[in-house]
């Protein structure tokens, strides 16, 4: 990978990290003067690396610092030196401090996909059925202290249905979010639209599949919505899986008025078909084995206290 893109993945996963509500935000907006949704005030960064511990907004900010700060943030300049400093001045949690690492030093398993980027024109996915089945799926999605979702994981056995099969796509419905492959394979370099409102990106398999081989991917996305998706959870099934379980975590900060296990209709514009309430556990989630699934969309709705 190029330094300039290491830099402006890295850069790019920072600013999702500092502008997500939660404790990183509220550190800086504690040093700042004028508090603006959607962007980062510099100067506030820049006095929490200077003094993490003071709390103070009308500090004078050092010239040099400052830059450094922009040049982190705006993806123009990101060394290893000045990013262990942003990890210790905002106490970054172990596996966030590791994916900026691998980021920066160039890593082909995270991918930071931000501001709507597209494929090349000339880059064409093929139509027609998908070269695979979904042998057994698994789904954990968490939410975060405002409500929204923070982070999925999946792990999915898939099995090829044609030779030579090199990729899948993986779908989602927000343009900014990360994507870091933990096993199975590595995340491709381009993302493009699905139709209005989704987005893809290819998982590519270490090693390419003969028609009948399985191969088990194990997959985490962080998420970064510009608004409030809407309370649900849902998995479409567009075939046929043997084995679908899907959990669902709260934060003890927001927490549902009602939960639901619940079935739509379908994916765009789709009303719940089905539903029968469920309790939160000892963990605050909810979980379902739903077995053998077929040309369905499952999950679980909610509303809020």
Not at 44 to 61: E, Q, S, Y
Not at 96 to 121: D, F, H, K, M, W
Not at 205 to 232: C, H, I, M, N, W
Request: net charge neutral.
């Amino acid at each position: 990978m190029p330094v300039d893109d290491r830099v402006t993945q890295a850069s790019a996963y920072l600013r999702m990290l500092l502008l997500r509500p939660g404790d990183y935000r509220a550190t800086w907006q504690r040093r700042t003067t004028r508090p603006a949704h959607g962007t980062i005030d510099c100067a506030a960064v820049a006095r929490v690396l200077a003094a993490p511990d003071v709390d103070a907004v009308d500090t004078a900010v050092d010239p040099d610092l400052l830059s450094t700060v922009r040049g982190a943030l705006d993806g123009t300049s990101l060394c290893p030196q000045t990013l262990e400093r942003f990890v210790d001045a905002f106490s970054l949690r172990p596996r966030e401090a590791q994916r900026l690492s691998r980021l920066l030093q160039g890593t082909e398993s995270v991918r930071v996909l931000a501001g709507g980027a597209t494929a090349p024109p000339d880059l064409r996915r093929p139509g027609g059925p998908p070269g695979h089945e979904t042998l057994s799926l698994h789904e954990l999605h968490i939410l975060g202290p405002d409500g929204w979702p923070a982070e999925h994981q999946t792990i999915q056995v898939i099995r090829s249905t044609v030779d030579g099969l090199r990729s899948l796509p993986y779908r989602f419905d927000t343009d900014e979010l990360v994507v870091e492959v933990v096993r199975g394979g590595s995340i491709g370099r381009h993302v493009y639209p699905v139709r209005d409102g989704v987005w893809a990106v290819d998982i590519v398999l270490d090693e390419p599949l003969a028609r009948g081989e399985t191969v088990l991917l194990q997959y985490r996305t962080t998420f970064f919505y510009k608004s409030a998706p809407p309370p649900e959870f849902r998995r479409a099934v567009l075939g046929a899986t043997r084995d679908l379980t899907m959990w669902l975590t709260f934060h003890r900060d927001r927490l549902p008025r009602r939960v639901w296990q619940a079935r739509w209709d379908g994916v765009d514009h789709a009303r719940i078909v089905e539903r029968e309430p469920v309790e939160l556990d000892d963990e605050l989630s909810v979980h379902c084995r739903f077995g053998a699934v077929k040309r369905a969309v499952v999950g679980f709705s909610w509303e809020w206290d």
